[in-house]
């Protein structure tokens, strides 16, 4: 999996070049939408907002920030507790695949932190975690401005026990 997303990485490299000519000015866009995040030990929800520029036609740069609103119930050790997501961040490079005038898919790949709390029999602890994310995705446009976007992204966690997170989301595009 790592050399598919060291690969991916060094094939974007190749495209910036190509991505400072295309366009004389980036064409921005923002999103805000629900995202699903499925860990193996709980489910969660939140809500996404992003702000991205698309440099050419083939590849944008975005960033995306979430915070918690679906918490999940949890039994450590026999007790009942609750996890959520507190809030999380990242970056991203994105490439666009164009299949029709409304229709586009795109496949990102970036780094992020995510922080989570936990509470069990009246204590709290919270992690952070930095992640290498990766994923993919599509947007379909209403018109020339409006559209939806439903995207899926894996986050690998970079500690020794992070794991991974798969997350599922579903948002609204306006481009600017």
Same mark, same amino acid.
């Given at each position: ?27 921005? =866009?923002?999103? %805000?939408? /629900? ?6 030990? @709980? ?5 996404? &907002? +992003? *702000? !991205? ?33 507190? =809030?999380?961040? %990242?970056? /991203? ?6 299949? @029709? ?5 795109? &496949? +990102? *790949? !970036? ?66």
């Amino acid at each position: 999996m790592r050399n598919i997303l060291l690969a991916t990485a060094a094939v974007s490299l190749f495209a910036l070049p190509v991505a400072a000519q295309s366009l004389s000015q980036p064409q921005w =866009y923002g999103t %805000a939408g /629900y995202t699903a995040l499925d860990a193996d030990d @709980a489910d969660l929800g939140a809500v996404t &907002g +992003r *702000v !991205g520029a698309r440099v050419s036609p083939n590849v944008a740069f975005e960033g995306e920030a979430s915070i918690g609103v679906r918490d999940d119930d949890v039994t450590f050790g026999g007790v009942t507790g609750s996890i959520e997501q507190d =809030y999380d961040a %990242a970056a /991203y490079a994105v490439g666009i695949l164009p299949l @029709a005038p409304n229709f586009e898919l795109f &496949g +990102r *790949v !970036g780094y992020g932190t995510t922080s989570i709390k936990a509470e069990v029999a009246g204590f709290e602890v919270e992690e952070d975690g930095e992640s290498v994310n990766y994923g993919v995705g599509g947007n379909y446009f209403f018109d020339a401005q409006n559209g939806i976007r439903a995207d899926w992204t894996r986050r690998d966690f970079t500690d020794d026990n992070g794991g991974e997170v798969d997350t599922y989301g579903v948002s609204y595009v306006r481009k600017f």
